[in-house]
Nanobody
Framework: QVQLVESGGGLVQAGGSLRLSCAASGRSFSSYAVAWFRQAPGKEREPVPLAVINWSGSNMFYADSVKGRFTISRDNAKNTVYLQMNSLKPEDTAVYHC????????????????WGQGTQVSVSS
């Protein structure tokens, strides 16, 4: 497993942008796929990831709700994965978590065994 720490959340107006970071520690981070999930206030964490990136950065997946607005990327030299969020909407308000899984390209939360504590994103209307 790897240890993950998210940062970059905050309060932004609708239409604005934020970039989240997921910094990893531990061995062989470049062998892990990484995903972003979110949990909106008063709701369960969504089981389907918002975005997934494979170990090399050559393959990505986006949920329909964020496709065209969010971009996932990674810098293995810095052990960091990013989520660039543009055109933010009030319904994007949530705690955002990154998660990692070894070698797999998971599309459900149960496939991930390393999780960060989350970073709060709040979008005002």
């Amino acid at each position: 497993q790897v240890q993950l720490v998210e940062s970059g959340g905050g309060l932004v107006q609708a239409g604005g942008s934020l970039r989240l970071s997921c910094a990893a520690s531990g061995r062989s981070f470049s062998s892990y796929a990484v995903a972003w999930f979110r949990q909106a206030p008063g709701k369960e964490r969504e089981p389907v990831p918002l975005a997934v990136i494979n170990w090399s950065g050559s393959n990505m997946f986006y949920a329909d709700s964020v496709k065209g607005r969010f971009t996932i990327s990674r810098d293995n030299a810095k052990n960091t994965v990013y989520l660039q969020m543009n055109s933010l909407k009030p319904e994007d308000t949530a705690v955002y978590h990154c998660a990692a899984t070894f070698l797999r390209f998971g599309r459900n939360s149960y496939e991930y065994d390393s999780w960060g504590q989350g970073t709060q994103v709040s979008v005002s209307s």
